[in-house]
């Protein structure tokens, strides 16, 4: 490995424009030791000093804590503490671990808040612990996680597009292929059943944020297994619904509707958007859809969309976008390297896929607030009339 370059560098400040100049003053003196020895102990400055330290080792650590978490929901030990705080030695039987290693265990998850260790040294859930128990598809998304772990390993060389073929490209069939046509069932079983579980995370929020009841039909392309197709015919009573997705995803689809007795209402249809769309919809939604593709696939994606809607019909954009307030390491950071890794499509900013929706053709494109923009924002557009 190569050795990490220590000294600041030699540039002289004195050539900078006066904003850079300053930034560099900063940053010259936050990275000189002493004074950091000196922030650290000086009052005034010594809160900021601690929480940058803090800051920057739990960007060191971060990788722990998530195999804290991994770890903690592969034994299920949140659902073991569902009924109430147990003993150490109770849990460590239950875990079938070593006493001394449950506690290790059980004192990490509770240094993450994951946990709480009582007074009287037993364990009980942690209010994110409690938060999981409710969210049980985040338990998939970790376990998942795993390729993800084994493709960023070397984060250079996926920068540098030297890891391929990587473990997600694999996992999800259609991006790491130029024929998402020819897709077959046992490719997209695994990740269907993944979007399906964890699209409840975010249907509702949609729903929340843009009612459909005052349209008549919609289309949800890449709908995966139908999660939110589902959650919306159960919204909106009078709408009908097709789903659009590769041939197996939606033979997979249909068999849902089938399930919940929406087989009158709700109807699931096969095909490559790439190919073209079907008519028919005043309303269609994109969830979770435009960020997998390129510039180029997902500006014909929204042409496509558009060349499908009549005027004044309806798109609703939603997913998790980069540069959100308050979030902006899930966009940028997660989502970022995530689709990296999966070797197609990057996280926009919701200015960026106003200008891509607005290259399409797209008018009166706002923004519809949703309850966790962290999950999921939501731009509605509209065809001109
Ligand atoms: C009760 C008293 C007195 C006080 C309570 C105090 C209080 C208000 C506590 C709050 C409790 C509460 C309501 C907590 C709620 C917590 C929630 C809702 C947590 C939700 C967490 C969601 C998580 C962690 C979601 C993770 C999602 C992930 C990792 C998604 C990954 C998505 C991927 C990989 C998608 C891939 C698709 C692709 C390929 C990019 O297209
Ligand atoms: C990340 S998943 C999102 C699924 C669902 N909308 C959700 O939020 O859970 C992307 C979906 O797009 C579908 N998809 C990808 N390429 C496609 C294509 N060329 N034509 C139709 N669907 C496609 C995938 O099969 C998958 O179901």
Sequence with gaps: MKPVPHALPAT?????PWRDRLLAL???LIAS???QRFAAAFPPTRGIARRNARALFDLCAGFVYAQVLAACLRLDLFRLLADG????????????LPPDRALCLLRAAASLGLLTA???GRFALGDLGAALLGNPSVAAMVAHHAMLYDDLRDPVALLRGQAEPTRLSGYWAYAGTDDPAGVGEAAVAPYGALMGA???LVARDILDAYPLACHARLLDVGGGEGAFAVEAARHAPALAVTLFDLPPVAERAARRFAQEGLSGRATALGGSFHDGLPRGADVVSLVRVVHDHDDGPALALLKAVRAALPPGG???LAEPMAGTPGAEPIGDAYFGFYLLAMGSGRPRTAAELSGLLAE?????IRERPTRRPMLVRLLAARTPT
């Design 12 to 16: 002289p400040v004195a050539s900078l």
């Design 26 to 28: 900063r940053h010259r």
């Design 198 to 200: 964890s699209q409840a």
């Design 118 to 120: 009582l007074r009287d």
């Design 85 to 96: 705080p147990l003993a150490p030695e109770a849990l460590a039987r239950r875990l079938d």
């Design 360 to 364: 399409a053709g797209f008018a009166r």
């Design 314 to 316: 309806t798109l609703l």
């Design 33 to 35: 030791p002493r004074f």
